[in-house]
């Protein structure tokens, strides 16, 4: 069977080489052409573990253009676009572009969005077009994306026309994973609400957190550890830190919040999830400007990680970007270092080591948990470590999420 894929990023190009290595012949599209010839070369777009390996294993089942003509004879094609927020709003024409662009010259495909959507895109879309549109939201996490494809927990697939159901279960089989089989809209509403789950638990340890700082003899790791044991609790994403970041749960999180105003409805919940993450920051800033009151200017930060977390090249709404956005707003000096991350930011200085990036700063934060980082040994600076990397021990220049006391 032959599968198509529209859009080539961090989600499609892994859906396309999980795709091959399970077997189907992949014909990818995006309208990018550096994308398209960097994976015909057998290189990646992206950083993501395992991903290059897979993709050269298996280059002769994948073929990627810029020519959506290729998708002609492909009655299952992917749209893996993005679907970023606009002025607080869901921008969804990258998908209304690549499903028109797949009717020009397909009409009788059926369109499998895994694009985030919000509930209604699926049916909407279906009655502009008049196309079949199942909708098979995507929960993989960047960093294990390969993993995750290949056995995810579940596979969703909403839809109303049975048959075109039973042919993308077919696709996903090979996976083994539990399949839900729904409406359009519940599967698009699963997603938002799993997404704003995660959020929720993020900001809900950090905010425990925040108390541990206040309450000597408590220290919030224990607690996620104990907590995280009760099976209703489950320890994943219980892990205080810097906040949540990245492509996904910023956006997804303001799209629903949105969605739900224009039904009069408040998801305070997710709202304060969103306002506990936005405070993470401040509260690095009180910090540093507590410790260098009046020598900011002066005052030069080392920022250590750049992508919202470990294992990705991905910044997009990294917490560690908007930290050091802030600090240059105040008049800190910033220098920063990222293991694979890069990113064009004016008026600071990048280094590539880290030890490097701690040799000319008067203050360290650890923003992303690269492995690198754990145990790193820096003797006579301010340390805010965000990631819990470093060994806590009793230097007051160690400040520890949770534990600064
Ligand atoms: N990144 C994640 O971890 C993740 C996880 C789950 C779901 N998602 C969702 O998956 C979708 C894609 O996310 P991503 O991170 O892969 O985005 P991305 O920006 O990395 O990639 C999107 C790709 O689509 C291409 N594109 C845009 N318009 C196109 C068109 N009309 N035709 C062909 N190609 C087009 C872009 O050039 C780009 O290469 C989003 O809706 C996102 O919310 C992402």
Known sequence: MKIGVVGLGYIGSVTSVALAEAGYEVVGIDIDESKVKLLSAGETPIYEPGLKEMLVKNAKKLRFSIDYNELKDINYIFVIVPTPNKDGKIYLKYVEDAIEKIKQINKNAVVIIKSTVLPGTASNLMATTGMT????????????????????DRVVIGGNNKNAIEEVKKIWEFTGSPIIETTNENAEMIKYASN??????????????????????????????????????????????????????????????????????????????????????????????????????????????????????????????????????????????????????????????????????????????????????????????????????????????????
């Open 196 to 405: 704003s789950f995660l959020a929720v638990k993020v900001s809900y340890i950090n905010e425990i957190a925040n108390l541990c700082e206040k309450v000597s003899g408590c220290d919030v790791e224990v607690i996620a550890k104990g907590m995280g044991l009760d099976k209703r609790i489950a320890p994943y994403f219980l892990k205080a830190g810097i906040g949540f970041g990245g492509s996904c749960f910023p956006k997804d999180t303001a799209a629903f919040i949105s969605f739900a105003k224009d039904l009069n409805e408040d998801l305070s919940i997710i709202e304060s999830a969103v306002s506990v993450n936005r405070s993470r920051i401040s509260r690095i800033v009180n910090l540093l400007e507590d410790k260098f009151n009046g020598k900011e200017t002066m005052t030069r930060i080392g920022v250590l990680g750049l992508a919202f977390k470990a294992n990705t090249d991905d910044t997009r709404e990294s917490q560690s970007i908007k930290l050091i956005n802030k600090l240059l707003s105040i008049g800190f000096k910033v220098n920063a270092y990222d293991p694979i991350a890069k990113v064009k930011l004016e008026n600071i200085s990048l280094f590539s080591s880290a030890r490097e990036c701690i040799e000319n700063s008067d203050a360290i934060v650890v923003a992303t948990e690269w492995p690198e980082f754990k145990n790193l040994e820096i003797k006579g600076k301010f340390v805010i470590d965000m990631r819990r990397m470093l060994s806590l021990n009793n230097d007051s220049n160690l400040k520890v999420v949770g534990h600064y006391g």
């Open 133 to 152: 549109i199942i909708s098979n939201p995507e929960f993989t996490k960047e960093g294990t994306a390969i993993e995750d494809t290949l056995k995810p």
